[in-house]
C-alpha cells in the first residue's frame, strides 16, 4: 500500500459502487469480485465503501457494515479501505464511524452535513466530534453541490489543528482556495473531481477519489506517475485521452448510473441502481458506448 504523510490514503482512489441484484439486495459476491478488479487490474491504492457512488443514502447501517467487512476481507491487505461515514445527522455519523473503526475500516470519509445546511461553526462541530469518536485518519468530503453548503477556508484551517483530520476530498472545484487551505495547512487534497484531476496535481493534490477509475483507474495512476516525475506533457496527453470517459461518465447522467452502465461493458459486476436513482437508459448507453471507444476503454460486451 503506498501510504505516507504526503498520501495518508495511497494517491489513487475509487469510490466504488455497490453491486445490487435485479431484486435491490447487495450483491456482497460481486463487490468482492469488483474490490479485487479495482485493486488488482485497474492500480487503486484505495476504496472508498458507501461514498455517495456507493449510493450510501438508500443503503442500511447493516448493509454498510457487512459491505465494508467484505471489502476488506478481499483487498484490506493490499489496498487502504476507507469507509464513508457521513451523513447529516451528528449522532448517526458518529455512530457509523465506531462501526467502521469495529470492522477494521483503513479510515473515514466524511461528507458535509447535507441538506439542513447548517452554520460553518456547525460544521466544525459536526466533524470534530466524528473525527473524536474513533482512532482513524479522517478525509473530509467538501461537496457545495449536493450538501447545499461548502466547507469554508477559514473552517478547513480550524478542522487540521485536529490530529486526525488529515486529508479532504474537493469536489468544490475552487483550486485557489484549496491552494490557500493547502499553503496554510498540512492537509492533504484528493480530486473529488474527475474533471479536474490534472487540474489538481498542478495545484498540489496528493491524488485522486475517482468514479471513472471504475474502468481507467490504471491510466489515471499513470498520469500520477507521470505527473510526479516531471513529465507533465505525458501526464496532459492521458488527461486529454480520458476526456471522452470522463465526459460519458460524469456529465451525461452521473456518477453511479453512468458507471454501473460502463461497469457492465468491460464485463466487471455493477448491478442496477436503487430508488430513486434509475438504470441508464437506451439513449444513455449508446452515447456512453461512444465516449468510452473514444477513451480507449475496451469493452467486452456485445
Excluded at 453491486?19 to 439486495?25: I, N
Excluded at 465494508?68 to 487502504?80: I, M, P, S, W, Y
Excluded at 477556508?153 to 487540521?160: D, K, M, P, S
Excluded at 456518477?255 to 437506451?282: C, E, F, S
Aim: with cysteine; net charge negative; glycine share 10%.
Amino acid at each position: 500500500m503506498a501510504v505516507s504523510t504526503e498520501a495518508p490514503f495511497g494517491r489513487m482512489l475509487t469510490a466504488m459502487v455497490t453491486p445490487f441484484t435485479r431484486d435491490g439486495a447487495v450483491d456482497y459476491a460481486a463487490a468482492r469480485r469488483l474490490a479485487a478488479y479495482l485493486v488488482d487490474e485497474q492500480r487503486n491504492d484505495g476504496l472508498v465503501v458507501s461514498g455517495t457512488t456507493g449510493e450510501s443514502p438508500t443503503t442500511s447501517d447493516e448493509e454498510k457494515q457487512r459491505l465494508l467487512e467484505q471489502v476488506l476481507e478481499t483487498v484490506g491487505d493490499r489496498a487502504r479501505v476507507v469507509a464513508g461515514a457521513g451523513t447529516n445527522d451528528t449522532h448517526h455519523t458518529v455512530k457509523l464511524a465506531k462501526a467502521a473503526q469495529r470492522a477494521g475500516a483503513h479510515g473515514l470519509l466524511l461528507v458535509t452535513p447535507y441538506y439542513n445546511k447548517p452554520p460553518q461553526e456547525g460544521i466544525y462541530r459536526h466533524f470534530v466530534q466524528a473525527a473524536d469518536a474513533t482512532d482513524l485518519p479522517v478525509m473530509l468530503y467538501d461537496i457545495p453541490g449536493r450538501s447545499g453548503v461548502p466547507i469554508k477556508t477559514e473552517t478547513l484551517i480550524r478542522l487540521a489543528q485536529h490530529e486526525r483530520i488529515v486529508a479532504v476530498k474537493d469536489a468544490k472545484g475552487d483550486l485557489f482556495a484549496g491552494s490557500q487551505v493547502m499553503n496554510a495547512t498540512d492537509l492533504v487534497f484528493y480530486s473529488g473531481d474527475d474533471a479536474l484531476n490534472l487540474a489538481w496535481l498542478a495545484h498540489g493534490a496528493a491524488g485522486f477519489v475517482s468514479v471513472v477509475g471504475h474502468v481507467v483507474g490504471a491510466e489515471l495512476h499513470r498520469m500520477i506517475d507521470l505527473y510526479r516525475e516531471g513529465r507533465v506533457g505525458e501526464a496532459l496527453a492521458v488527461h486529454r485521452q480520458l476526456i471522452p470517459v470522463v465526459d460519458g461518465i460524469m456529465m451525461k447522467a452521473g456518477g453511479a448510473i453512468m458507471v454501473k452502465a460502463a461497469l457492465g461493458m468491460v464485463g466487471q459486476p455493477g448491478g442496477v441502481t436503487r430508488p430513486p436513482l434509475v438504470d441508464a437508459d437506451d439513449k444513455q448507453i449508446a452515447e456512453l458506448r461512444t465516449c468510452l471507444v473514444a477513451g480507449g476503454v475496451k469493452l467486452t460486451d456485445n
